[in-house]
């Protein structure tokens, strides 16, 4: 069941329809030769300008004022840095908006984080299917052009048996109701 968020022209006010500006980002892509997935695809360069765009919000946010108007007090823009996070598309460099005093702590990509939410659920499936740590790194190189260090995936999957092993040595309550239900249906 997919969920379609009404979006709304801020210009205009009218409704986008966002079948149709995702058919013509395909055309566009498809004329120009670049590819939906991997290095330069058009899903990393989208993924790259939505986090860009969040990030100039918060710090919006943060500092008060919108970009390009004049500060309102101590405390200014100061450029940017750029960062490669890796996304379920690939590896996105995407530049991180910094204010002058350092107080800028952004949350849709936070500072040292280098792995977006869901990369770390791909890692667990697909360790779970039964790929090495090897495996998993080369499927990355070869699926999103990304490089995750063996010791990145260890690190994801022992957060995991942590979480499991505290599980495990959970305390035990006396007795658990259970009831078995065996059918066939023809």
């Given at each position: 069941?997919?969920?379609?968020?009404?979006?709304?022209?801020?210009?205009?006010?009218?409704?986008?329809?966002?079948?149709?500006?995702?058919?013509?980002?395909?055309?566009?892509?498809?004329?120009?030769?670049?590819?939906?997935?991997?290095?330069?695809?058009?899903?990393?360069?989208?993924?790259?300008?939505?986090?860009?765009?969040?990030?100039?919000?918060?710090?919006t946010?943060?500092?008060?004022?919108?970009?390009?108007?004049?500060?309102?007090?101590?405390?200014?823009?100061?450029?940017?840095?750029?960062?490669?996070v890796?996304?379920e598309?690939g590896a996105?460099?995407?530049?991180?908006?910094?204010?002058?005093d350092g107080?800028?702590?952004?949350?849709?990509?936070?500072?040292r984080?280098?792995?977006?939410?869901?990369?770390?659920?791909?890692?667990?499936?697909l360790?779970?299917?039964?790929l090495t740590?090897?495996?998993?790194?080369?499927?990355?190189?070869?699926?999103?052009?990304?490089?995750?260090?063996?010791?990145?995936i260890?690190?994801?999957?022992?957060?995991?048996?942590?979480?499991m092993?505290?599980?495990q040595?959970?305390?035990?309550?006396?007795?658990?109701?259970?009831?078995?239900?065996?059918?066939?249906r023809?």
């Amino acid at each position: 069941m997919s969920q379609t968020i009404e979006m709304i022209d801020p210009v205009t006010g009218e409704i986008i329809d966002q079948q149709q500006i995702a058919e013509q980002l395909l055309a566009q892509a498809k004329e120009q030769g670049v590819s939906l997935v991997g290095p330069g695809g058009l899903l990393g360069g989208l993924t790259k300008t939505v986090l860009e765009t969040a990030l100039e919000a918060e710090m919006t946010e943060h500092l008060g004022y919108e970009k390009h108007a004049s500060s309102n007090g101590e405390n200014a823009r100061n450029g940017t840095r750029s960062k490669t996070v890796l996304t379920e598309v690939g590896a996105v460099e995407i530049d991180v908006p910094r204010d002058r005093d350092g107080s800028f702590q952004p949350k849709i990509v936070r500072k040292r984080q280098r792995r977006l939410d869901g990369i770390d659920e791909i890692v667990l499936s697909l360790t779970a299917r039964g790929l090495t740590t090897g495996e998993v790194a080369a499927h990355f190189d070869d699926v999103c052009g990304a490089s995750v260090s063996k010791d990145t995936i260890s690190k994801i999957t022992d957060k995991v048996i942590e979480e499991m092993t505290e599980w495990q040595n959970r305390p035990l309550d006396r007795v658990y109701p259970v009831v078995f239900i065996d059918a066939i249906r023809t």
